[in-house]
């Protein structure tokens, strides 16, 4: 068993910079991350044998990853933690098996899952997450289909479908839960990052000269395989993301990429049973923080989209306050030098994340889209619980997440409820007067956090191994 001060978990942006801000102050520093290469969502590297896709992300990545390795900072990749206790001791699986790191402070960087809004037919295979769309793109070099359909709110939209269309795909259409004037809207936070804008309206531009259709205020109502293909429907919707009457309309496409934002990942800072507390504008429940990462929990730190959704430029200079925030608690050298180092930090963390909110804001989940779920479309697709045993259990008296957990095994899945906790939450939450995500809760972390195997956890050992005890004397 290895020994640091500090175990940062995640390589992305806030991870790799909370990592170097400590180690730069002097302290060892293990970082973990279950993917081959630090960059984490964002800085993706391309999978050994893929080509790189190119581009300012893959550029930064390169960077990022540069400095990380000369950091001094003893990097684990490919390591997927599944258990931390509250001694800050960490499990993980890696390409040797189980291992154990001890530290005595932890940062929790670890990044978004991604949010669908469950419609008949999400489970349909060749429905994929947008953010997974970019995965593919950006670490295999691989179209998410020849034909695609892009569908939800935020960014990511327009992200994958120009890169769809630049790596040579045809993308049919484009259904944005948000109108124009949504957009509009996020213009004044984003003049502060011009680099953003420019991004932003080279994809918008890629996407008009290819003549893809764009329908504003749209949501996917419907997707049903048709023979080879997916056939979507369409329906308008208004603000709150809920179908209305309107003319509908149908997609044919052989993939459908579609996400409705991102929630933070806390199965950590839950696990370890710091305070928390929700936020629709940071995309859901997150850990009570100051700052500067700090929990409510001794020696633990939040950092990055895991602490609320800032985006990526936000989660750098979040991580590096983590990073220095541990360091001084830690009692690392030279306190002044550090402190004058978070205050430039903390302004330059608020300046990135002003764009990062209103990215945020586009994507935050729309209560009429919740509604309008039908009874029959599954919400866990790990345990296959539908929107209609949800309702139930309510009326049988299951008021908060984790007793709906054990009436109907919602969220007790290989993903834990990564994927259905906070659609499940905002079902239950809705029936109450107050629509109280506070008052429904979320659900309890527990291990393992990342699915692990027997072969693992028990290593190499036969039989003659397993110590057989002395019958005891009568
Ligand atoms: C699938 C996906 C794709 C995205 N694509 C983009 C994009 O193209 N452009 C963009 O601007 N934003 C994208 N985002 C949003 C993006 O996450 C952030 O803005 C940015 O990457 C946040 O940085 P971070 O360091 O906070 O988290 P991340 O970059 O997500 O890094 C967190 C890291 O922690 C690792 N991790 C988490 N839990 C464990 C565990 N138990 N064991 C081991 N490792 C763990 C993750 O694998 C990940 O590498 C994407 C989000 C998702 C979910």
């Not at 296959?384 to 899945?413: P, Y």
Request: net charge neutral; charged share 20%; with cysteine.
């Amino acid at each position: 068993m290895s020994e640091f001060d500090v175990a940062v978990l995640g390589g992305g942006p806030a991870g790799a910079h909370a990592a170097m801000a400590a180690a730069a102050a002097g302290l060892s520093v293990a970082l973990f991350d279950e993917n081959p290469a630090a960059g984490g969502q964002v800085y993706r590297a391309p999978v050994e044998g893929a080509a790189a896709s190119g581009g300012a992300d893959q550029e930064a990545g390169n960077t990022l990853r540069r400095e990380l390795a000369a950091s001094g900072v003893t990097t684990f990749f490919g390591h997927s933690v599944w258990a931390v206790t509250g001694d800050y001791r960490i499990d993980a699986t890696g390409p040797h098996g189980a291992a154990h790191y001890t530290a005595r402070a932890l940062i929790a960087a670890a990044g978004t899952t991604e949010r669908v809004v469950p419609f008949e037919g999400w489970t349909t295979p060749g429905v994929i997450g947008l953010a997974a769309a970019t995965i593919l793109l950006k670490s295999q070099h691989m179209l998410p289909g020849q034909s695609t359909l892009v569908a939800g709110c935020g960014p990511l939209l327009a992200a994958v479908a120009a890169k769809t269309i630049e790596g040579g795909g045809r993308v049919e259409a484009i259904a944005d839960l948000a109108g124009i004037g949504d957009w509009l809207r996020t213009v004044p936070a984003l003049l502060a990052r011009p680099d953003l804008l420019r991004q932003g309206l080279r994809w918008w531009n890629t996407i008009r000269r290819a003549g893809t259709r764009r329908y504003a205020r749209h949501t996917i109502v419907r997707v049903e395989a048709a023979g080879a293909q997916l056939r979507a429907t369409l329906a308008p919707c208004d603000a709150s993301g809920r179908p209305v009457e309107g003319k509908r309309k149908t997609v044919m496409a052989d993939c459908v990429a579609v996400g409705h934002g991102l929630t933070p990942s806390t199965e950590v800072t839950r696990l370890l049973r710091a305070q928390h507390r929700y936020s629709r504008e940071a995309g859901g429940w997150i850990a009570v923080a100051d700052q500067d990462g700090r929990t409510s929990r001794p020696r633990l730190y939040v950092a990055g989209d895991g602490a609320g959704i800032a985006g990526a430029a936000a989660a750098a200079k979040h991580g590096t306050l983590a990073g220095l925030a541990c360091a001084l608690d830690l009692g690392a050298q030279a306190p002044a030098r550090l402190q004058s180092l978070v205050e430039t930090a903390r302004d330059e963390f608020l300046q990135a994340a002003r764009a990062g909110h209103a990215m945020a804001n586009l994507m935050a989940l729309r209560p009429g889209h919740v509604d309008s779920i039908g009874p029959s479309t599954i919400v866990c697709r790990c345990e296959d619980v539908t929107r209609a045993e949800i309702d139930a259990a309510f009326d049988s008296g299951a008021h908060d997440v984790n007793q709906l957990k054990a009436w109907t095994r919602c969220g007790m899945g290989p993903c834990q409820g990564r994927t259905c906790g906070d659609i499940a939450g905002e079902l239950l939450a809705r029936h109450a007067a107050d629509a109280s995500r506070e008052r429904v809760g979320c659900f309890s972390a527990r291990t393992p956090l990342r699915p692990v195997t027997v072969e693992a956890l028990s290593g190499d050992y036969t039989y003659d191994s397993i110590p057989i005890p002395k019958a005891a004397p009568l």
